[in-house]
């Protein structure tokens, strides 16, 4: 019977286990929703003001980034991390700080690398073997154009001012529920406009002001707007990583509560089947 009662106390455990994990799912199924609906109304907005930049820029010199084109020798990197503030989400934050590692040994190995932490599960990690200049894991409490400006700013200005010579950004880019794609996308300097058409711009526009300076206004909003389109990917990829995660966990509960189940009643015939059979023995023996 002490067998039986360890099996029951374990067919309980699961079963709890069961249901918290099916509460989480459920909140992240209605979180993605949310988070889903915002990034894909964003990617629209943020081609369009990429292609428009673009096809500026193409009929414009090289230099007409000013200061967040400057291609320097790089010796001193800072790689923006973004992950969660919360785990329970299978590979999402992993994969991320694997891509980290993979990045500062593969491609930066001869340079000195720094790391912008966004999230708390990303910053615990890479804190412990490299240098993480800053964090912020309040990002996610109000996930907001203005609040990502600020740290795009922070960026630009650690980058005209020297303090780095490259700047890239590592985050999950969200395709669907099950399947999120990690990207290392470069932020400053801005990359060269590679192949580009001066036939895209129609000469019958009149450029009021002057190309240059709309360039030059388009620049910060554009890179603004990559890091909140990257932030707002991986809040979303973290929502579809942590629902099917936990579909996945309350499944395997349900394979094991079954199984326990089925052990547990195999145990509890075996169980009565011997008490039978010393019923059956005892009255023969006293019938003898």
Same mark, same amino acid.
């Given at each position: 019977m002490a067998n039986l009662k360890e099996i029951r106390n374990r067919i309980t455990s699961i079963k709890s286990t069961m249901q918290i994990t099916s509460a989480m799912k459920m909140v992240s199924a209605a979180k993605l929703k949310k988070a889903q609906d915002a990034i894909i109304a964003m990617r629209p907005y943020s081609s369009k003001l /990429?292609? +428009? +930049?673009?096809n500026l820029s193409a009929t414009l010199d090289s230099d007409a980034g000013g200061d967040y084109s400057t291609e320097r020798e790089v010796s001193k990197v800072l790689? %923006?991390? %973004? &992950?969660?503030n919360r785990g329970l989400c299978g590979g999402f934050n992993s994969s991320i700080t694997k891509q980290v590692v993979r990045t500062v040994n593969e491609k930066y190995a001869d340079a000195e690398v720094d790391l912008f932490a966004i999230g708390k599960k990303g910053g615990d990690v890479l804190s412990k073997t490299y240098n993480v200049v800053a964090t912020r894991n309040d990002i996610y409490d109000d996930l907001t154009f203005d609040n990502v400006a600020g740290i795009a700013e922070k960026l630009m200005d650690l980058f005209v001012d020297g303090s780095y010579d490259k700047i890239e950004i590592v985050y999950n880019q969200f395709k669907n529920a099950a399947t999120q794609i990690t990207q290392v996308e470069q932020f400053l300097p801005i990359k060269p406009i590679e192949g580009g058409d001066v036939s895209a711009v129609n000469s019958d526009y009149i450029f009021e002001p002057s190309k240059e300076e709309i360039v030059l206004a388009l620049i910060p909003k554009s890179l603004k707007t990559q890091l909140y389109k990257a932030i707002r990917d991986s809040f979303a990829s973290e929502?579809?990583?942590?629902? /099917? !995660?936990?579909? =996945?966990? /309350?499944?395997? !509960? &349900?394979? +094991?509560?079954?199984? $326990? $189940? +089925? &052990?547990?009643? =195999?145990?509890r015939q075996a169980a009565i089947t011997n008490e039978i059979l010393e019923i059956v023995g005892g009255a023969e023996a006293l019938n003898n």
């Open positions: /990429t292609e +428009l +930049l673009q790689l %923006v991390a %973004v &992950t969660s929502h579809g990583a942590r629902m /099917t !995660a936990m579909h =996945k966990a /309350t499944d395997n !509960a &349900t394979d +094991l509560r079954d199984e $326990l $189940l +089925l &052990t547990y009643n =195999k145990a």
